[in-house]
């Protein structure tokens, strides 16, 4: 499957320059490496060194996330944590639904989560009638979503040849990235599983709303409506790409590239992901081409595109935006959250929550952490994940001389 042209370039600081000495209490620890995996031997990783991986979280403090690991007979797997309790949802060895075994999730290691607990992900398959399928793991039963080898609907003798990039809703509805075998020629698709109907969102070739044809299509985002959202290439005499949102009435564009932006001059690429709330909010990343900054996050609300935040712009306990990471995140009521680099400052990277027009720091490097130490590196992609009222995940890794915790945090909800 190809990867979305118009995404952003990745925010990449190794470590932490200064100490900051933030309160340890705030922030809880999920997992680290080393420590004991259900079903025997210990976690190592809990991201991918090439890719940015979040773990999403609910309101009920669980945390779906993916982990490699050390001295089991597993290798890897998808986890769900419930306050000090790690359960396994999937690891490879285990039988896949319809046959076969699961036999690896690093290519796909972002699982989907929602308000009940259930996980959403992908994984390869070996030894079965597939070789790699999107499940759902609900009320303790694990099933298939869609397989390859499968049909894809909607694409006239198409058969799902790969898939990825799950998001799942709190009905248990699941919207997924795919290439649809058709014939000769791959076809890149977003599909929705909604109860036992499978139906096409958009594929490849189908027309775009402001004209020309869809080429290319970044991870869907979905809403408890049922409402998806996405962020496309176009081909022909129009915009060449944006962020769109598809639901009962058809799809349209919120945003185009060459449209001009709140900040002046145009847009020019969008992040790959983007972000969609209950309430029909987007958020996003933005390359800004003849404006006064180069780039900044927007949040789209009621068809209105405003500034979150933006380059060189404040950022809080001092310094400025200097970068912004891969893709911001979306609380219930419009907070959004990203990670960013910051200049003329003590810390160099760190991640922000903006909610009503109010900008706090929720952790940075140099932060102190429960497992001991202090934050000295997000690793390659620093990404962070939001729940529904506002409860931040964080990766942390050891810098490249070896300095630093690995593992996997949450940070509750600051009071209202």
Do not use: C
């Not at 699961?102 to 796909?108: A, E, Q």
């Not at 992900?121 to 979503?145: D, K």
């Not at 990825?164 to 509805?173: E, F, G, K, S």
């Not at 959004?336 to 929720?362: L, M, N, Q, W």
């Amino acid at each position: 499957m190809r990867r979305l042209s118009i995404g952003l370039a990745t925010l990449v600081v190794a470590h932490a320059p200064a100490t900051i000495g933030s309160d340890a209490s705030t922030i809880r620890q999920v997992a680290v490496a080393g420590q004991a995996a259900p079903g025997g031997g210990s976690f190592e990783h809990f991201s991918i060194e090439w890719l940015p991986v979040v773990a999403p979280v609910n309101d009920r403090g669980q945390v779906a996330f993916f982990a490699t690991l050390l001295r089991s007979a597993a290798s890897e797997g998808i986890f769900l944590a419930s306050g000090s309790s790690i359960t396994k949802i999937a690891v490879d060895g285990d039988r896949a639904p319809g046959g076969g075994t699961l036999s690896g999730f690093g290519k796909h290691p972002i699982p989907a989560l929602n308000a009940h607990g259930s996980v959403a992900f992908a994984a390869a398959v070996a030894g079965g009638t597939t070789v790699e399928g999107i499940f759902l793991s609900s009320r303790g039963r694990l099933r298939s979503v869609a397989v390859a080898g499968g049909p894809a609907p909607g694409i006239a003798s198409g058969t799902f040849a790969v898939l990825d990039a799950p998001a799942l809703n709190d009905r248990d509805y699941v919207a997924f990235l795919a290439s649809v075998r058709r014939g000769r020629e791959q076809v890149e698709a977003i599909y929705l599983r909604a109860g036992r109907a499978l139906t096409k969102v958009v594929a490849q070739g189908d027309p775009a709303p402001a004209g020309g044809t869809f080429a290319g299509f970044g991870p869907p985002a979905l809403n408890g409506q049922g409402t998806v959202a996405f962020a496309a290439v176009v081909e022909g005499r129009a915009a060449p790409g944006g962020v769109f949102v598809a639901d009962t009435s058809g799809v349209r564009m919120l945003v185009g590239a060459g449209d001009e932006s709140p900040l002046g001059g145009i847009y020019a690429k969008f992040s790959e992901r983007i972000a969609l709330n209950d309430a029909g909010m987007v958020a996003f990343t933005a390359v800004l081409k003849g404006a006064r900054v180069a780039q900044a996050v927007m949040l789209v609300e009621a068809d209105r595109v405003r500034v979150v935040s933006a380059l060189d712009e404040p950022a809080p306990e001092g310094g400025t935006f200097s970068h912004f990471g891969p893709w911001p995140s979306l609380g219930r009521a419009g907070a959004v959250g990203f990670t960013a680099s910051v200049d003329r400052a003590a810390v160099g990277v760190a991640a922000f929550v903006v909610d009503r027009g109010r900008a706090s720091r929720a952790v940075a490097l140099g932060d102190a952490l429960p497992a001991g130490g202090r934050l000295t590196s997000f690793g390659l992609y620093p990404a962070i994940s939001l729940s529904p009222g506002g409860a931040v995940t964080f990766t942390s890794a050891p810098t490249a001389t070896g300095e630093g915790v690995e593992g996997l945090f949450v940070i509750a909800p600051a009071p209202r």
